[in-house]
């Protein structure tokens, strides 16, 4: 059984910057997949980036570079760095791990930015 907690979502001014974090409980966490989504009222839940096992990293092509997803396996918790965030960034943002095909996901944590 896996449990996230994310945290670090709230308001923030346009071309400002927020970390969301993601903590993961168990012993699977350096094994898995993490991933982060989001979601925004009347739209679909998009993945916005994620990380495997030993590192490598993809991003939704749209985000052109301001998106960073990083994991400190010591600490279990994966990490979203957000810069330049838009209004269009505003959504529920989501962790999301996967690990031997099972899935599990996080509550979610708002993220608004204002213009």
């Known amino acids: 059984q896996v449990q996230l907690v994310e945290s670090g979502g709230g308001l923030v001014q346009a071309w400002g910057s927020l970390r969301l974090s993601c903590e993961a409980s168990g012993s699977i966490f350096s094994l898995a997949a993490m991933g982060w989504y989001r979601q925004a009222p009347g739209k679909q839940r998009e993945l916005v980036a994620a990380i495997t096992s030993i590192g490598s990293t993809n991003y939704l092509d749209s985000l052109k570079g301001r998106f960073t997803i990083s994991r400190d396996n010591a600490k279990n918790t994966v990490y979203l760095q957000m810069n330049s965030l838009k209004p269009e960034d505003t959504a529920t943002y989501y962790c999301?791990?996967?690990?031997?095909?099972?899935?599990?996901w996080g509550q979610g944590t708002q993220v608004t930015v204002s213009s």
């Open positions: 999301n791990l996967v690990y031997v095909g099972d899935s599990y």
